[in-house]
């Protein structure tokens, strides 16, 4: 079956601008990650939907972050003012559920912020 | 110091070799603990879950010391094909967010 897709794969915008990425996870998966990843390290937690209500927001970085996924299945991350050091790889992660041993990651959005 | 710590590398070895990779983490309520591979410019993927126990899969050997607050990660006669970046995973009792170590890079050549 399908993996987690995500879009766009590359997002080049200049700073100030508002950008959005959308994970769509596996079909059936109630908990969905998003993470960001700088060069050379592992992926940081942001926040993690189970079902259409945000679980755990503690690891967005600020009030210009934010994520939504009203009916449960896609989710839109949204970036307000977008500042350089915003630039990363967004990657988005679906499991069956939180409480599941694994999790099953999109190829990521690529943003640099110019 | 960070939750989870690994040396990022990189780990050169000849194909065939033996090569193991420790991790460390700060939390003794830890409970739950993977290593996931990550190619260059891919997505991580679920390598395999760390038990109390110790756990192998083929050529991949996965052990856990409590005492010490470490995983390790052993990679048998190793192939050009291991070569990627092992990330360490590790959840505390009761939260579902795994806190990723930077990872440990490792080079097999031929």
């Known amino acids: 079956g399908a993996g987690v897709s995500q879009t766009p794969s590359n997002k080049v915008t200049e700073k100030g601008k508002y950008v959005e990425l959308r994970c769509d996870p596996i079909?059936?998966?109630?908990?969905l990650y998003w993470y960001r990843q700088s060069l050379g390290q592992g992926p940081e937690f942001l926040i993690y939907?189970?079902?259409?209500?945000?679980?755990?927001d503690s690891g967005l970085p600020n009030d210009r972050f934010f994520a939504v996924r009203p009916e449960g299945s896609v989710s839109t991350l949204k970036i307000q003012r977008t500042e350089r050091g915003d630039s990363a790889v967004y990657l988005c992660?679906?499991?069956?559920?939180?409480?599941?041993?694994?999790?099953?990651f999109g190829p990521g959005t690529r943003l640099t912020v110019l | 110091r960070k939750e989870v710590e690994q040396d990022p590398g990189p780990f050169n070895v000849p194909e065939g070799a033996t090569v193991a990779f420790n991790c460390t983490y700060s939390?003794?309520?830890?409970?739950?603990f993977f290593w996931y591979r990550q190619d260059c410019r891919k997505e991580p993927k679920l390598l395999m879950s760390?038990?109390?126990s110790g756990n192998e899969d083929g050529r991949f050997t996965a052990q856990l010391n409590r005492a010490s607050q470490y995983i390790s990660l052993l990679i048998r006669d190793s192939k050009l094909s291991d070569s990627a970046t092992y990330l360490c995973?590790?959840?505390?009792?009761?939260?579902?967010?795994?806190?990723f170590g930077r990872g440990t890079s490792l080079i097999v050549h031929p």
């Open positions: 992660a679906s499991s069956l559920m939180a409480s599941s041993n694994e999790q099953f």
């Open positions: 079909s059936g998966h109630t908990a």
């Open positions: 939907f189970q079902g259409t209500g945000a679980a755990d």
């Open positions: 939390n003794s309520a830890s409970q739950s």
């Open positions: 760390v038990y109390s």
């Open positions: 995973v590790v959840s505390r009792v009761g939260s579902y967010i795994p806190t």
